[in-house]
């Protein structure tokens, strides 16, 4: 090679390295524009903004503030303003973890067609927020707002925009009740229960829950009526069907005469933490064609398979109506008397048991005490029992059925019970034979409940038991 084509090949060579090196030095130059910031890049007070709007997903939505918060799209939308308040506050003191700045190209950010475009107007600014990608290094949000800027967010807006219009709407709300002082049903039911925790109709003292019945005063199971009143507590007011409900809808939604409306009045908390009294109503709506298939089958709604019952519910005169599960349209239907009774024949604490009086095929027997609470101890013929087995028996006398029938087959066993109680000394129970399979409890004169004939066996043979073994 002559020396001309050596120079010539040298120049090139030389000519290739000052390209590399200038491309370099761009590069060195280009990072450098990236910077570390974790400063505020973004600061718009909540309470100045007049309109939002985004689009994500193929879904637009819009609104505006006229004194309160409205949904561009329909007026009577009723809008959670707390929820667009927490939205708004993203971008309050919004923060970025890194800055990249002079963007030349925003396609490498996702930002050239935004994941999400966000649209902020106060009364003298606008802003437009778009939502890129994510960074594969950082997993971090690529976000623009048109300053020639990009920015990783410390947080991600995605976060709270990823939402649909039900999360926006302002669901009428179960107030938050400590005690319920009265429940009253109405429909399909027709009653009324008190909270009376100082009565003396029971024998009892965790009885606090009554009913009327014929003018006296009926203790109903404690545990039953908060189970119940649990249902109400908890219950999920978010599956809307419809936020405007026209008289038709009520109509079409077995609303417009319910089955069943609960009337709740209660005692709580206001916001000083000073104590309140108020009441809600509940209107609990089967749909006509799920009472049609139930009438046809000639079974409780309750009894329907699970796809074949369809409820709402209404919280007083609110336009939402909310559509309910089979498991909650069964919990609230469940508002019998008799749901709430006490299924124990006897429910009496043992320990205030003071004396039994048992007639067992025509004999007398009387099992006495002496001491008193968790000492008493139970004599028979003057000698001390051991009454477990009675105690299981008695306690096992369950209803499986209420019932107001007179006794007229043969009395199997009754007892008088004596208790440790001013207001209720004694209560008398007799179980006579009604069939095969179950036997009349009668109590202080009163048919109260079919109860397992096997049970009342049961109490027989610990009866028998104590009695010929002493």
Known sequence: ?????????????????????????????????????????????????????????????????????????DAAFPVDEQKITSLLTRFEQFGAVFTISDVQDYAQYGLSDPLCTISIGTSDTSYEISLGDYSSMDSLRYVSFGDGNVYLAAKDPLDEFDLSLRDLILNDQI??????????????????????????????????YFTEQEDALLPLDSTLVETYLSYLRYLDLTDYVSYNTSQQELQQRGLEQPELTLTVEYTGQDEQGEE?????????????????????????????????????????????????????????LEASCDNFRHRQVLWADWEDV????????????????????????????????????????????????????????????????SLDNEQFPTVSLAFYRYDGTHCLAVVDGEPVSLVPR???????????????SS
Not at 357 to 366: A, K, N, P, R, S
Not at 454 to 468: G, H, I, K, Q
């Open 1 to 73: 090679m002559n020396r001309a084509k050596r120079i010539a090949v040298l120049l090139g060579v030389l000519l290739v390295l000052c390209a590399a090196a200038v491309a370099v030095l761009r590069m060195e130059e280009h990072q450098e524009q990236i910077k570390t910031s974790g400063e505020v890049v973004l600061q718009i007070d909540p309470d100045a903004v007049q309109s939002l709007s985004w689009d994500y997903n193929g879904q637009t939505f819009s609104f505006h503030r006229d004194g309160a918060w409205s949904y561009d799209s």
């Open 175 to 208: 107030p938050d009740f400590d005690q319920v002082t009265s429940l009253t049903f109405s429909g399909a039911e027709n009653y009324s229960i008190f909270y009376e925790p100082d009565s003396t109709a029971s024998y009892s003292a965790d009885d606090v």
């Open 276 to 332: 309140a009294s108020g009441s809600f109503v509940l209107h609990l709506g089967i749909d006509p064609q799920t009472l049609s298939q139930a009438e046809e089958q000639g079974v409780a709604v309750g009894e329907l398979e699970d796809g074949d019952i369809v409820s709402y519910v209404r919280v007083g005169d609110s336009d939402i109506v909310y559509q309910l599960t089979p498991d909650v349209c069964r919990s609230l």
């Open 354 to 417: 003071t004396q039994l009086d048992i007639l067992l095929e025509g004999e007398q027997y009387t099992i006495s005490s002496q001491g008193s609470g968790e000492d008493r101890t139970y004599l028979y013929d003057g000698q001390e029992l051991d009454t477990a087995a009675l105690q299981d028996a008695l306690a096992a006398l369950r209803a499986d059925e209420f019932v107001d029938t007179a006794p007229s087959d043969t009395l199997e066993i009754s007892l008088t019970v």
């Open 454 to 468: 096997s049970d009342t066996v049961d109490l027989t043979e610990a009866v028998r038991a104590l009695v010929w």
